[in-house]
């Protein structure tokens, strides 16, 4: 059930497709080049900036952030560790990046609120389903971190539940590519870039642009997921306006 049925209107805004959005960024996203790793202060301020124009819009966003560019769970369990150890940290590493995106948007003028999985109480507020709501009604931007709170579940997860549970009309992935291809573009220059796909076949396909416990949860709901390349300013705008950017995972 995609939370109360008061907790998002179903008309569009301004000529806009969604009123309600969630956001799914990799740490990656917001790391130097060329490993991902760190924060890069640019990158950071450019993320802002446009996460600022799709709020003046009217549109009431939630960001579900990754924390690979700082510590990945199942690289620390590849190096030993234990498994539930390693997942917090990674969840600890949410924290951060959802604290820099915080303060790059206020930054630049837009009012927003991290809600973690994990009590983090000096930095941040417990994640409420209510209270998220409340502050996407009030306009401010809602950054969700630490993951689900759960060990041996990823933040690609959590986003497809934070959508599910604050009403959300859709689930943006953000990516490095386009889209999605029928082939790695990296590895094979002829890939051909996928406008649509049902969730079964992304399913059948096992691909790796998302996990496939999100896409399954995503599939049972009935949750639209919109892959798209973060990089090219105005993206998202012109996916809520109904532009076929990037790929729809959809029921088809």
């Known amino acids: 059930m995609q939370g109360d049925s008061s907790s998002v ?10 009123q309600r959005i969630v956001l799914k960024l990799s740490g ?7 490993d991902g ?31 690979g560019n700082i510590f990945r769970g199942l690289r620390g369990v590849s190096a030993g560790m234990d498994r539930v150890q390693s997942d917090h940290m990674g969840m600890l590493a949410t924290v951060i990046n959802a604290l820099a995106i915080q303060d790059a948007l206020e930054r630049a003028g837009t009012p927003a609120r991290v809600m973690t999985a994990l009590e983090a109480r000096p930095v941040a507020e417990p994640y409420l389903r209510r209270r998220a709501i409340r502050h996407l009604e009030k306009g401010r931007l809602v950054i969700f971190a630490a993951g689900t709170g759960n060990p041996y579940f990823s933040t690609d997860t959590a986003a497809a539940l934070r959508a599910l549970e604050i009403g959300a009309q859709v689930l943006f992935k953000a990516s490095k590519v386009e889209g999605i291809y029928d082939r790695d573009p990296e590895r094979h220059p002829e890939a051909r870039l996928l406008r649509e796909l049902s969730y079964d076949r992304f399913l059948a396909d096992r691909l790796g642009v998302m996990d496939q416990t999100a896409v399954a949860l995503c599939r049972d709901h009935r949750l639209p997921v919109r892959v798209f390349r973060l990089g090219e300013p105005g993206n998202i705008l012109r996916i809520c306006r109904g532009e076929p950017v990037g790929t729809l995972v959809s029921s088809g």
């Not at 209107?9 to 969604?18: H, N, P, R, S």
């Not at 990656?28 to 060329?34: F, R, S, T, V």
């Not at 924060?39 to 003046?56: F, K, Q």
């Open 9 to 18: 209107a179903t008309g569009a805004v301004d000529g806009l497709c969604y």
């Open 28 to 34: 990656e996203a917001l790391g130097n080049k060329p």
């Open 37 to 67: 790793s760190g924060i890069c202060p640019a990158t950071l301020a450019a993320v802002g900036g446009e996460l600022g124009d799709v709020h003046r819009s009217g549109i009431q966003v939630g960001i579900v952030v990754g924390g």
